[in-house]
């Protein structure tokens, strides 16, 4: 009964961290939209993750779920959302304007490595081989996907933005996972994605960028954002809650497929035989990790 119960942790874990995965690839799309229109990277992300927040409280409310984080981890929470989320995201979309996007992509998914190395510094024990080798393939085939038939060109400010990003991004989902475990999911994410709406706000004030967008041109891909990230962030937390941020990052390395699916269909890009390759070896890591048995103390707290 107990190893039935894992298996079932497993593969609702693996199904949330990929459905946050897909999200996360159209928030890159929807992204690309707004900021072509003039709107400013700190007032964008406000308020999609205002959005997301708002999105959250609902379904909270609906399904009967607290609002309030477990005391002792709320000023966690905060501290993720401004140390972590907030700052990662304005990093990417940042670093975005100094390389092409396939650049930064590419550079961004060496968070997977850095999640296995802080797990590894904070105590946990190194990956059993079958996850090393998932790992192998999600790096490597998250960076054919990025990569493959596009210029790959960009300054050192931006690599130094994008590899800052993925560190940023590594020590949010480890932290998150060694530090969050009495506040449910929709809770955590309630809470990170209006930490980080909150404080984006005021830094964009205080720098003078908050600009509200017009148009629905700007305001339709505004609200696609918001809802991804509410319901992204909710999968995330789920996903963290039942297989650990080191298969999660690994699961998660299919962002960069969403993204060129979707792109394929709404920015008529083409998905090449390598895109394909690509793709395939992130969906192997995936199946690899999954298949892992190296439990996490989250795991093992399973019923």
């Known amino acids: 009964m107990a190893e039935r119960s894992v298996h079932h942790a497993d593969l609702l874990g693996?199904?949330?961290?990929?459905?946050?995965?897909?999200?996360?690839?159209?928030?890159?799309?929807?992204?690309?939209?707004?900021?072509?229109r003039g709107t400013a990277v700190e007032t964008m992300l406000s308020i999609?993750?205002?959005?997301?927040?708002?999105?959250?409280?609902?379904?909270?409310?609906?399904?009967?779920?607290?609002v309030l984080a477990a005391p002792g981890e709320r000023l966690r929470l905060v501290g993720l959302a401004l140390f972590g989320y907030a700052i990662e995201a304005s990093l990417f979309f940042t670093a975005t304007r100094h390389g092409t996007v396939a650049t930064v992509t590419l550079l961004?998914?060496?968070?997977?490595?850095w999640v296995t190395v802080w797990v590894r510094v904070f105590g946990g024990r190194l990956p059993a081989r079958l996850t090393a080798?998932?790992?192998?393939?999600?790096?490597?085939?998250?960076?054919?996907?990025?990569?493959?038939?596009?210029?790959?060109e960009i300054d050192r400010v931006g690599v130094a933005l994008a590899l800052a990003t993925a560190l940023t991004y590594?020590?949010?989902?480890?932290?998150?996972?060694?530090?969050?475990?009495?506040?449910?999911?929709?809770?955590?994410?309630?809470?990170?994605?209006?930490?980080?709406?909150?404080?984006?706000?005021?830094?964009s004030n205080v720098m003078g960028h908050w600009r509200l967008p017009t148009g629905a041109e700007s305001w339709g891909p505004l609200l696609g954002m918001g809802l991804a990230s509410g319901f992204a962030f909710f999968l995330l937390f789920v996903a963290l809650r039942r297989i650990g941020a080191v298969r999660v990052a690994i699961v998660s390395a299919m962002e960069p497929l969403a993204a060129a699916l979707l792109g394929f269909v709404f920015l008529?890009?083409?998905?090449?035989?390598?895109?394909a390759?690509?793709?395939?070896?992130?969906?192997a890591g995936s199946v690899l990790a999954s298949l892992a048995r190296t439990?996490?103390?989250?795991?093992?707290?399973?019923?």
């Open 14 to 36: 693996g199904t949330a961290a990929a459905g946050s995965a897909f999200l996360f690839g159209a928030i890159i799309i929807w992204g690309r939209f707004v900021l072509e």
């Open 48 to 66: 999609r993750f205002a959005i997301g927040a708002l999105v959250l409280l609902a379904l909270a409310t609906a399904l009967g779920r607290p």
């Open 108 to 113: 961004f998914f060496t968070y997977p490595v």
């Open 133 to 152: 080798i998932a790992l192998g393939c999600a790096v490597v085939g998250a960076a054919i996907v990025a990569g493959v038939g596009t210029d790959l």
């Open 170 to 203: 590594s020590g949010y989902l480890t932290g998150a996972d060694l530090l969050i475990s009495r506040t449910q999911s929709i809770t955590s994410a309630m809470w990170v994605s209006a930490g980080a709406s909150l404080g984006l706000f005021a830094y």
């Open 268 to 275: 008529d890009e083409s998905v090449t035989a390598g895109v």
């Open 277 to 283: 390759a690509g793709g395939l070896l992130i969906l």
């Open 295 to 303: 439990p996490t103390p989250q795991e093992q707290q399973i019923p």
